[in-house]
């Protein structure tokens, strides 16, 4: 089985930094997924992190720590549209084709 | 436009009546997945197919059925809904067969059994 966890919600203010962390316990590991969700629409792809270390992708970066079972999201200079949540989904590989994300982190930015 | 669109939107039914919500790509992706997603619990999956003919259980696949005839097209089928299957239900599709890419989903379907 997996096990995910993130935190439920967070807070940041507008132009500053916010990391938010997913760490997991799994049966497998090949690399983790990392979607944006606005309310009421589908989830987009961010980003899928197989190797140990910080990928970075303009204001967003992904950072992952497979020793750890850890990854964070890191967003920089916040905007009011990141308002959304964040959803981890660490994906075992090895011939599976299921997906567990996680329950997901509401970010609200504020002015 | 490359997408995956869902149908129907939005859908009222009662307890019994079997229903089927449509989703179909047009990217020419071997993977498809169904999701659905509640308050607290966040996006379960119920069911994947890796290609034509090849499906599998997700998390929740209890009260669902899928079938993959077309490489395209991925229904979900709930023979006798009941009220706990009230959701939002997604669609999604992914280019790799050999495992699971990013995935491109479908607006979604918010199903309410009463």
């Known amino acids: 089985g997996q096990n995910i966890d993130q935190p439920t919600e967070m807070t940041a203010t507008e132009g500053a930094i916010v990391q938010i962390n997913c760490t997991y316990q799994?049966?497998?590991?090949?690399?983790l997924f990392w979607y944006q969700q606005h309310a009421g629409e589908a989830p987009t792809f961010l980003s899928y992190?197989?190797?140990?270390g910080l990928e970075e992708k303009g204001r967003f970066s992904s950072f992952l720590s497979r020793s750890k079972g850890y990854s964070y999201l890191l967003l920089k200079e916040l905007q009011m549209k990141d308002s959304a949540s964040y959803l981890c989904a660490p994906y075992s590989g090895a011939g599976s084709y299921q997906l567990t994300f996680g329950k997901g982190t509401k970010l609200s930015v504020i002015p | 436009e490359a997408q995956v669109t869902q149908n129907p939107r939005y859908l009222i039914t009662v307890t019994g009546k079997k229903l089927t919500v449509t989703c179909s790509q047009n990217?020419?992706?071997?993977?498809m997945s169904w999701y659905r997603q509640d308050p607290g619990l966040g996006l379960r999956q119920i069911y994947y197919?890796?290609?034509?003919?090849?499906?599998d259980k997700g998390d929740v696949p209890e009260g669902y059925k899928v079938s993959r005839k077309e490489k395209r097209n991925f229904p979900l089928i709930l023979e006798s809904p009941s009220p706990n299957q009230t959701s939002l239900y997604f669609c999604?599709?992914?280019?790799?067969?050999?495992?699971?890419?990013?995935?491109?989903f479908g607006p979604g379907t918010r199903l309410t059994v009463t």
């Open positions: 990217m020419n992706h071997e993977y």
């Open positions: 799994t049966s497998g590991f090949n690399g």
């Open positions: 992190n197989v190797l140990d």
């Open positions: 197919s890796m290609n034509v003919e090849v499906t």
């Open positions: 999604a599709s992914s280019p790799y067969g050999g495992g699971i890419d990013e995935q491109y």
